[in-house]
Structures are given as structure tokens and as C-alpha cells.
């Protein structure tokens, strides 16, 4: 999440679940009941209700918070209390009171059973994360989410998507070109759900042999062929209650895609040498670089499995079109990933390459070039010059317009192609992108060849 309040004590509450009519039945009622304006909002960042809000209103001067339906803010937060807290609006402060909780409530990571609440601060009842925002500054949403960067609206539009379905067990589909980052997404989704204390395991399905996809999905049993000294538990089964992210779903082959099938619509495994399935509760989040409509019109991808790992779908925009976000990122690049001895800035006229150029790597990279910019520039200050010479490795030419920036992506592509002796495919591993990305590029710069 964008935000945190601090880790609580994990204990279920026994009251009843409410329906999302009945949550948000209290919240409609406030919002509706005049023209009074909020000086405060309550923002909820994290947990199942993720993204509502409340506003706090002068005619209300108690607010109370819990799971029981007579409650002002009804949570639908199974861990926390059925009256959990109330908010006293004062003179001097909005006063937060802990109502004997179960499992009690932390102000920005502290244990608190009354205290005034500052502003911007974060409340933690059960696993919901409650920030107070000033209406009345109309504060701007975090540029960070669950590990997740951007400030563009194509970003944010994500980061909504990802709060509104991290509480579901839906399987979802990430789309997006290499680099995009889709298993930060997974881990984000993970990260915000009911499951974030369950296992996360990631599983690429474009690096495993066709030969031991099977073994490694669903296990074996002892015995089960020669050399299966010992039972081993296959991924689906060791990320019970948690989260399975198959990277590369696209790639999965016409023997394996039935399995898979099976497997997401009875949440049953089999191991290798067994005749007895074992039923296990795993959300499974896929990701593909591939267009798979055009891979079922091919033949090449089930249409059942497609529409059932597909419930929910998340596109990743490329870099290129967020350029907005550029600035935020290589910012967080020098600030969490380098030395801080290592720390330098950026020239305005290397910012500005940075934003034109088009990224056919994405955010991985934009990653790579900072770090290598950062390591390898002679001065403090890194500018246009030392990018070109860091992507092309030829000229030092100052970064000019887009037009400027295409051919110099054209130039290398098409010598990454020839060094590769005309194998697009090690080209495009060469470059960090994808094979279809760039044969997109390619014909943009009508080759066809």
C-alpha cells in the first residue's frame, strides 16, 4: 500500500459479514444529508475497502468506526472489532478513542487508546489503513502505491483498479510489454489482500522445459519415475491460502494449457504418481507480453483458458506513453537503489531526453541507464551527451527533438540486429525488449524484412 500505519495483531472477528450495500449505506447517508462541507476526510489506502471515503462532517460530532452496520464507517475488515474506534471532532483536533478492540488500533505505527490525530495520519484498525486528508487542500494522491510508481492518470486509473480487486479471490490477467513491471503489479495485488500474510510465488513459464512444467506446477509423488527418491510439493500446493503469479502464460504449451484449465476451475492438484487429488485455496494472477486474442485466433491459446484467467484484466501502459512519470522514477532510482555516495543529479536537458525517448525497454530500462549513468558519467551533474554515449555507444550528441530520439532508437535496433547477425530474436534479448515489440518497431520504420 501507498501507506502504512504499522503492523497490528492478526485476530478474526466472529460478527457477521456485511454486504457492500450495507457498508457503504451509512457513508451515502452523510454525504447526502446537506450542504455542509468536510474538513477532513478519512481515506481508506489498504484493506477490503480500499478506496472509499468519508468525510467528516461538523453536524456529525462522533464518528464511530467498526464492522456492526450501526456503525458510521462500517468496515468490511473482518479483523477488525464490531465497535472499534471512535473519532471525537474538537476544537483542538480530531480526538481518536479506541473502544476496547480486539486487536487494538495503531496511530501512525504506535499503539494508541486515545490521542489527538495529526494531520496526514495514518490509522490502523485491523488491516485497514485509514489516513486523514485535509479536504479543504485537496491533497494529492501518493505517487507511490504498493511499490508501484506514477503520477500520470494512466497510473493512477491502475493503482484504482488494484485496490478495488485486491480483496476479491477473482484470477486476473496483467497485460503490458517486457519491462513494465506486471509482477510488481501481482505483488501489489497480493500485497492488499486478504492473502499478504499466505506465500507469493512466482512462476515463469517461458524458463521451465516443457519436460518438467508438470513436475514443477503440481509435484510428485515418491516413486513416481525414476529418480523420485522423495515426495515433493509442487507450486500450487506450497502457495496454499497464498498467491501463484504465472509470468509469461502466453508461452504455457497446448499440453500444459488443459492442466491449467483444470486446475483454476476445481482448485484441485494431482502430483506426478497419484491417483488422489488434494484440493488447495490459491489465487492465481497470470501475466503475458503476447497479444492472446491473436494467439486463440491462432491456435496457439485455448479461448476457455483465456476468458478464465481473464476474470479481471490489468493493462500496464508502456513507459512511452506515461513520460509524466519519468522524472518520479528516476528520482526514486537515485534515492533507494544507489549508494549514497554514488548520488548525482540530472541536467534539464538530460531530463528532457529522458522523457522523449520512447523506452522500447520500458521501466527496466530506464532502471539500467540510470544506474549505469550514475556509475559511469565523470561529473556530478549527468548530462544529454553521457546518455547517448551510454544507449548508442557511438556519438555524444546532445538529445534533441523526438525526431532525434527515433533514429537514434532506429540506429539501434537495426545494429543490434546486424551484431546479432540478422537473429531479431537475440536482438530483442540483446535490447531487453521483447521479440514482438520489436517487430512493431520495425515495421514502424517499415522494415520488413
Not at 484449465?261 to 476445481?266: G, H, T, V, Y
Not at 493493462?315 to 528520482?331: A, M
Not at 546532445?398 to 535496433?413: H, M, R, S, Y
Not at 543490434?416 to 515495421?443: F, M
Request: with cysteine; glycine share 8%.
Amino acid at each position: 500500500m501507498s501507506q502504512s500505519c504499522g503492523d497490528s495483531e492478526d485476530s478474526l472477528g466472529t460478527g457477521r459479514e456485511q454486504s457492500r450495500e450495507d457498508t457503504t449505506r451509512n457513508i451515502q447517508g452523510v454525504e447526502g444529508s446537506g450542504r455542509e462541507q468536510a474538513s477532513t476526510v478519512l481515506r481508506l489506502i489498504s484493506g477490503p475497502d480500499a478506496g472509499r471515503e468519508f468525510p467528516l462532517l461538523p453536524a456529525s460530532p462522533v464518528v464511530r468506526v467498526g464492522r456492526e452496520p450501526d456503525n458510521d464507517l462500517v468496515l468490511s475488515d473482518p479483523t477488525a472489532s464490531r465497535h472499534h474506534i471512535e473519532i471525537l471532532q474538537r476544537p483542538e483536533g480530531h480526538l481518536l478513542r479506541d473502544l476496547s478492540s480486539t486487536n487494538g488500533t495503531l496511530l501512525d505505527g504506535l499503539r494508541v487508546r486515545e490521542a489527538f490525530v495529526p494531520p496526514n495520519a495514518c490509522v490502523r484498525v485491523g488491516t485497514t489503513d485509514i489516513k486523514f486528508v485535509s479536504a479543504q487542500h485537496g491533497e494529492e494522491p501518493a505517487p507511490e502505491f504498493a511499490g508501484l510508481y506514477g503520477q500520470s492518470e494512466k497510473m493512477r486509473e491502475v493503482f484504482r483498479l488494484i485496490s478495488k480487486v485486491a480483496s476479491t479471490p477473482l484470477t486476473a490477467l496483467i497485460t503490458g510489454e517486457t519491462g513494465t513491471g506486471k509482477e510488481l503489479v501481482a505483488r501489489a495485488i497480493h500485497k492488499l489482500s486478504p492473502r499478504a500474510d499466505a506465500p507469493f510465488i512466482v512462476f515463469d513459464c517461458s524458463a521451465v522445459p516443457e519436460e518438467l512444467m508438470e513436475n514443477e506446477l503440481y509435484g510428485h509423488q515418491k516413486g513416481a519415475f525414476t529418480g523420485a527418491m522423495n515426495m515433493k510439493k509442487g507450486i500450487f500446493e506450497l502457495a496454499d491460502e497464498g498467491t501463484v503469479f504465472l509470468d509469461e502464460v502466453g508461452e504455457l504449451s497446448m499440453q500444459q494449457q488443459p492442466k491449467l484449465l483444470r486446475f483454476l476451475e476445481r482448485q484441485e492438484v494431482r502430483r506426478l504418481g497419484s491417483t488422489q487429488g488434494l484440493t488447495v485455496d490459491v489465487r492465481v494472477i497470470a501475466a503475458t507480453n503476447r497479444y492472446l486474442d491473436e494467439e486463440m485466433q491462432a491456435g496457439r491459446f485455448r479461448e476457455d483458458l483465456f476468458y478464465r484467467v481473464s476474470v479481471i484484466q490489468i493493462h500496464l501502459p508502456p513507459l512511452r506513453e506515461r513520460p509524466e512519470d519519468v522524472p518520479l522514477l528516476v528520482q526514486h532510482f537515485l534515492q533507494h537503489r544507489l549508494p549514497r555516495e554514488h548520488l548525482k543529479q540530472f541536467s534539464g536537458e538530460a531530463m528532457t531526453f529522458l522523457t522523449e525517448y520512447e523506452w522500447p525497454g520500458n521501466v527496466r530500462e530506464l532502471r539500467h541507464l540510470v544506474d549505469r549513468a550514475v556509475l559511469l558519467s565523470p561529473g556530478d551533474t549527468i548530462e544529454s551527451a553521457d546518455l547517448t554515449a551510454l544507449l548508442y555507444g557511438a556519438s555524444r550528441r546532445p538529445a534533441g527533438d523526438g525526431t532525434l530520439l527515433a533514429d537514434l532508437e532506429k540506429t539501434a535496433i537495426l545494429r543490434s540486429i546486424q551484431d546479432c547477425g540478422g537473429n531479431k530474436v537475440a536482438a530483442a534479448k540483446r535490447l531487453g525488449i521483447s521479440a514482438s515489440t520489436l517487430y512493431e518497431k520495425l515495421k514502424r520504420f517499415g522494415r520488413t524484412d
